[in-house]
Structure formats: C-alpha cells, structure tokens
C-alpha cells in the first residue's frame, strides 16, 4: 500500500503539516506494507506517479493495488485546526485497506 502526498515546490504551512502528520501516522504503525512518500509534482518522478494516478495538484492519497481513497479535502480542512482528528481520519482509512 502507497500513501502519497504530492505538493508544489513552494509549500505553505499547511502542505507542510499534512505531509509531517501523514508521515508520523505511516511510521508510528510500523507496518512494512504501508508506505509513505512525499512527492513534488513540479520533478519528473512526482509528475509521472502524479500523472498515472490522475493527480494534477495538491493531493493526499492511499492506493492499494487498484483501489484509492483521497484525503485532500480532510487534510486541509484539519491539518491546522484539528491534528488529533487527521491522525486518526489518516489511521482509519489505511487500516481499512490493511484488513
């Protein structure tokens, strides 16, 4: 399973909150099936990966083989007002593609 989290290259506070919890939530399960990576859509690696999964801005996601779920609209909406929430939005999800 992929955790994605495409961004530009000028980054504001909370693009750069929703990638430090996304990136705590991943590690802090300890699962080798869960990966996390934050990607740059303005470089040639995140622009490809961005391009075959549709991605054309800022974007949270979780792919696991051909199923995905985006978490952009949540990140924004709680990465400055309400961390604990995101965490467990963010842990919610990837647990329900671990099952």
């Known amino acids: 399973m992929e955790v994605y989290y495409f961004h530009f290259t000028r980054r504001c506070l909370i693009c750069r909150t929703i990638e430090k919890i996304?990136?705590?939530?991943?590690?802090?399960?300890?699962d080798e099936r869960v990966h996390f990576e934050a990607l740059n859509i303005e470089k040639k690696e995140g622009r490809e990966i961005a391009g075959k999964l549709g991605v054309n801005g800022q974007s949270l996601l979780i792919v696991s083989g051909d199923m995905s779920v985006g978490l952009t609209r949540k990140g924004f909406l709680y990465a400055l007002t309400d961390q604990e929430r995101l965490k467990s939005i963010?842990?919610?999800?990837?647990?329900?593609?671990l099952l």
Do not use: D, P, Y
């Not at 996304?22 to 300890?30: C, K, N, Q």
């Open 90 to 97: 963010i842990l919610e999800k990837i647990q329900s593609f």
């Open 22 to 30: 996304t990136r705590e939530v991943a590690s802090e399960l300890r």
